[in-house]
Nanobody
Framework: QVQLVESGGGLVQPGGSLRLSCAAF????????MGWFRQAPGKAREFVAR???????NYAESVKGRFTTSRDNAKNTVVLQMNSLKPEDTAVYFC?????????WGQGAQVTVSS
């Protein structure tokens, strides 16, 4: 059974930092590109960041220079480090495992940026 389990969400003040982790179970982790998406209330889910199987990363323009994603294939884990957080970053964050047309999703982690 495939599972993606996210952790590390919470409440943070503007300008603060949070670190999200996503642990994968039941897949050959090293063969999957790992992505992060987010969905704010009343809005569509949007792309945040992705790291390929070779470690290449790409980011949405809105988070470039503030967010960093990395992966540890030995631990089947991907991390999203979020710095200089803004209120508009408030959303439920989802991790995704993608191989060709096969995609798996985590359950989501709430991130709230508010003073």
């Amino acid at each position: 059974q495939v599972q993606l389990v996210e952790s590390g969400g919470g409440l943070v003040q503007p300008g603060g930092s949070l670190r999200l982790s996503c642990a994968a179970f039941g897949i050959d982790f090293s063969m999957y590109a790992m992505g992060w998406f987010r969905q704010a209330p009343g809005k569509a889910r949007e792309f945040v960041a992705r790291i390929g199987i070779g470690g290449t990363t790409n980011y949405a323009e809105s988070v470039k220079g503030r967010f960093t994603t990395s992966r540890d294939n030995a631990k089947n884990t991907v991390v999203l480090q979020m710095n200089s957080l803004k209120p508009e970053d408030t959303a439920v964050y989802f991790c995704q495992a993608l191989r060709l047309t096969l995609a798996y999703w985590g359950q989501g982690a709430q991130v709230t940026v508010s003073s």
